[in-house]
């Protein structure tokens, strides 16, 4: 029995085998849409630290999906509220300023083409007429003096 007429499989090491295993992402593992691996990059890349832990760019990503899914709700129901398919930047500012979190995180970011939000102020509005004498005039005030 020679070793001339064995199998491929009996061979040591890994021979040629077809790749069939494929590449999963740190995203992938993590179920997160963000992209760990270009996260870690800028941290790097950024100089924030010496060194950069493997946790720490899965939190950071893991973080800002979350900030910008909650975003994209808020904005998709203002443009909802508005009768509208497609979110403008107008529907992100409405979302954000309306939300007493968000208001804070983002107080002095300005969204371009955001406008401002609804606002008349209370002593520009017309006052309540009362049912006192029923005299019919509406809004007068008696100049008795």
Do not use: C, W
Request: overall charge positive; cysteine-free; proline content about 3%.
């Amino acid at each position: 029995m020679s070793s001339k007429g064995s199998s491929a499989a009996a061979k040591g090491g890994r021979g040629k085998q077809s790749r069939t295993t494929k590449s999963v992402t740190r995203s992938e593992k993590a179920g997160l849409q963000f992209p760990v691996g270009r996260v870690a990059r800028y941290l790097k890349k950024g100089r924030y630290a010496g060194r950069v832990g493997s946790g720490s760019p899965v939190y950071l990503s893991a973080v800002l999906e979350y900030l910008a899914a909650e975003v994209l709700e808020l904005a998709g129901n203002a443009a909802r509220d508005n009768k509208k398919s497609r979110i403008i930047p107008r529907h992100i500012q409405l979302a954000v300023k309306n939300d007493e979190e968000l208001s804070k995180l983002l107080g002095s970011v300005t969204i371009a083409s955001g406008g401002v939000l609804p606002n008349i102020h209370q002593v520009l509005l017309p006052k309540k007429v009362g049912k006192g004498d029923g005299k019919g005039e509406i809004g007068t005030v008696s100049q008795e003096f």
